[in-house]
Every structure is written in C-alpha cells, then in structure tokens.
C-alpha cells in the first residue's frame, strides 16, 4: 500500500512564524504535491516538485515555498505565517494518472 | 484551459436510493478525469478514472462514471446509496503537461453527499 504521511495533523502558530510542513511518501514517486483545501474551493495547487530539488508553482503560490532534498521528502514552508493561510494543507505523491493523498494538516494561524 | 465544474455543492439522498453527482468539464484535447472521495477527516482517496480507454468506468465501492463527449460531463452514479457513501466528493480533470513535463491536477469545488436513513 502506497503510503503518504505528514508531520502533524493538527498546528496552531502565531502570525508571523516561520512553519515547516512535512510530508514523505514510501512510493518512489518523481511527483510530489502540496494542496491547500478551503470549504467551497476545492482543493488548489500551491507548489508540486517532478524531482528532488526541482518545483514548479502552482496555482497559489505566494507566500509559501517549498524544499525537496530527498526523494521521498516535500516540505512546505510558510516564510511568514499570516492568518489567512490558516486552512487544511494536503500533501499527495504520484504518477500519471494516480495521486495518493496523505490525511492532511489542519493548521490555524492565530 | 482545462476545468470542472460540479453542478451541486450538496445532495442528499435517502440509503438504497440511487446517487448522482454531477460534473461537467472543459478541455482544449480529450481530457483524463478523475473521482475523488473524501471521507471526514480522512485524506482524499481515487474512487475512478477515464483515460481514454472505455466511456463507462467502474470504480471502487460500487461507483462508476460515465465519460460524454458530446455533452462534456463525467457524472458519478452508484445505483443503490450506502449510509457509508457520505463524503465530500471531488471530480477533477489533468491539465496539460508543464514545461518540466509534468501534469497538474485541477480539482472541482467538490460535493458534500448527505445520505438518510
């Protein structure tokens, strides 16, 4: 079973900080993504990576970037946490035609 | 450019009743497209696919969907509503390939599936 994990499920940060989320997938996969969810919008693009240290931005960009060292490993990194970045961030891995999704970080920005 | 649109933010339905979801898409080349459900507070799981192989593509759970070109829609039905099926459900088509190759995903507004007892 094609596992994808994050670091945490659930993050509360003041206005301001710096935050790392994590997210490793046990697949081999070139392609990793970082989706933000907001109710009424789906789920939109903010960063992919095609291979270890290669990006590309998505959709919504601004204000985050991203860090891909290793293979299984894609972190997202908010430079300066604002409170309109509090949402559900959702991390997926795959290859054409199939993504896998990981149980998502709730975070709130204070 | 590509996209989707799902015709309903919520449906309900009654258990041993059938469901529709409705989905209609634009794309500039015959797309690939996508059902995604999403269980609460569980991450998003494929449900389906079309990648140009048959029209009528059967998925997990007892779902299947139907790809119409001539009326740009990917309906997902399930002929008989289990209290399990609620769930937000996403459709989502492949846009074309980025200057790395890669593909993005573009994801509808999604369907919140209420189903009673």
């Known amino acids: 079973d094609v596992k994808v994990t994050q670091s945490s499920r659930y993050l509360v940060k003041r206005t301001g900080e710096k935050v790392f989320l994590e997210c490793v997938q046990d697949m081999d996969h070139e392609n990793m993504f970082w989706y933000r969810q907001d109710p009424g919008l789906g789920l939109r693009l903010i960063y992919f990576s095609y291979d270890v240290k290669m990006k590309e931005k998505g959709d919504i960009p601004e204000g985050y970037s991203v860090s891909r060292e290793k293979k299984e490993r894609f972190s997202l990194i908010l430079e300066s946490a604002s409170t309109n970045q509090t949402s559900m961030y959702l991390c997926a891995s795959g290859s054409l035609n199939e993504q896998y999704f990981g149980p998502g970080t709730r975070l709130t920005v204070t | 450019a590509q996209s989707v649109t799902q015709l309903d933010s919520h449906v309900s339905v009654s258990e041993g009743t059938p469901v529709l979801l409705r989905c209609n898409y634009s794309?500039?080349?015959?797309?690939?497209l996508f059902w995604y459900v999403q269980h609460p507070n569980k991450g998003l799981q494929l449900l389906l696919k079309?990648?140009?192989?048959?029209?009528l593509v059967k998925g997990i759970n007892g779902f299947e969907a139907e790809f119409k070109k001539s009326e740009t829609s990917f309906h997902l039905t399930k002929p008989s509503a289990h209290m399990s099926d609620a769930a937000e459900y996403f459709c989502v088509v492949r846009g074309p390939p980025t200057t790395s190759g890669t593909y993005k995903y573009i994801f509808g507004t999604g369907t919140r599936l209420k189903v009673l007892a």
């Open positions: 079309y990648t140009s192989a048959a029209t």
């Open positions: 794309s500039s080349y015959s797309p690939s």
